[in-house]
């Protein structure tokens, strides 16, 4: 898990909190991402605090470590704690530059763990344990400390998701789904819970729930582009083409060579039987990376889908010069013959043309059952042309077009 994860971390800055019987003032310097919390004590002047030794020590730690002197922050944190053993704000600081900037992954753990058992009711110092095994792959150990957690703060909704992305590494799929749910509940004006359960639902193939889910997420104004995409395939999946169609050109707009959501939206337009935007996206994609094997091929497909059968042939022949042995560019001029043929055979006027055309055909699939991955599909097809041979052929005969299973 990297840390800019988009799940929500627990936050591993430490503050140089300063301790006074009539209230205490945070001190922590502020970064990107952090929230800072001002605690206030009465409306009279506040006495002078006076730090302790370990606390200055800390505080100086604090200081070195924003403006990245990492060396003289961890030489004031070990200070800080050879001056008081039992002050838990150093263990936490050393143990978020050992885990964040040396990545001395055991020291880390070393002294969050130390961190938790000064502190074992605390759910900060349980949550960046967790955090730092979930960092180092230890999720069951990431489990306990986030589960301790929530039973120290059972209402807060970053620990479930936390705890669900810990669950989800281990394939606990119901035991996330359950994290993810209860986060949601604390905060359902957060998308991130939202996404997380859009996300598994998706995996685990539970496409309604994932789609209520990541429609919640666009709600919200928290849909990122991965989302519509994502949102946009869900619609495909369900037949919600008309809403698909939407979400790729909404993502188009902004991101014009988005390869998959164009081939996704090329896609759309050939289930609906509009041949010719399906045709434009190909040519769109393929104008962008004229090389891809993928694309020619789609390319391929959709000029037979429009009755360019030349333009499908050359453009079979371009995807053969880029991926030699193609079968999938074989069987796709084959179609291309097949359908030239039967264009002549329907026609009443070149049976024997119709023939020449099915042969090729043939000599094309031939050469694409040399691909393992198309030999069976290959195969079929060389069935299918004989079985048109012969009805043209019969068809010569008798002067008429008859379909080849015509009992007649």
Not at 36 to 56: D, H, Q, W, Y
Not at 65 to 77: D, L, S, W
Not at 219 to 239: E, I, P, R
């Amino acid at each position: 898990m990297k840390l800019n994860s988009p799940l929500v971390r627990v936050s591993l800055l430490i503050a140089a909190a300063v301790a006074a019987l009539s209230g205490c003032v945070g001190s922590m310097p502020e970064e990107e991402g952090q929230t800072l919390m001002t605690i206030r004590g009465s409306e009279e002047a506040a006495p002078a605090v006076v730090l302790t030794p370990a606390e200055k020590a800390a505080q100086n730690a604090s200081e070195f470590y924003r403006v990245r002197e990492i060396g003289k922050a961890i030489e004031n944190y070990e200070k800080a704690i050879d001056l008081d053993p039992e002050y838990v704000e150093p263990y936490l600081g050393l143990g978020r530059i050992y885990l964040v900037e040396t990545q001395e992954f055991d020291k880390s753990l070393e002294m969050y763990e130390a961190a938790r058992n000064l502190a074992p009711d605390d759910a900060y110092t349980r949550t960046s344990l967790a955090y730092a095994h979930s960092v180092m792959g230890n999720y069951q150990e990431s489990v306990n400390e986030y589960v301790a957690a929530v039973q120290l703060k059972p209402d807060d909704g970053d620990i479930f998701l936390n705890l669900g992305y810990a669950y989800e590494k281990m394939t606990m799929d119901l035991a996330a789904l359950n994290a993810y749910r209860r986060a949601f509940e604390l905060a359902p004006a957060d998308p991130r819970s939202a996404q997380q359960l859009a996300h598994l639902y998706y995996r685990c193939g539970l496409y309604d729930q994932s789609i209520a889910a990541y429609e919640k997420v666009r709600a919200y104004g928290g849909a990122s582009s991965y989302t519509l995409k994502t949102l946009g395939f869900l619609y495909m999946k369900v037949g919600r083409l008309d809403d698909a169609e939407t979400l790729f050109l909404t993502v188009l707009e902004k991101e014009p060579g988005d390869f998959g959501s164009r081939a996704n939206l090329a896609s759309v337009y050939r289930s609906t039987g509009e041949y010719a935007k399906a045709l434009a996206q190909y040519e769109a994609l393929v104008e962008t990376q004229p090389n891809n094997p993928d694309f020619l091929g789609a390319l391929a497909d959709a000029y037979n889908d429009v009755g360019r059968f030349d333009s499908a042939i050359g453009t079979a022949q371009r995807m053969l010069q880029v991926s030699q042995g193609n079968g999938s560019a074989y069987v796709t001029w084959a179609k291309a013959l097949e359908k030239k043929g039967t264009n002549l055979a329907e026609q009443g006027s070149d049976f024997d043309g119709a023939v020449v055309l099915y042969g090729q055909a043939i000599r094309q699939l031939e050469q694409a059952r040399m691909d393992s991955n198309w030999k069976s599909h290959a195969n079929r097809e060389i069935e299918r042309q004989n079985l048109l041979i012969e009805a043209a052929q019969m068809a010569k005969l008798r002067g008429i077009w008859d379909d080849p299973d015509s009992k007649d």
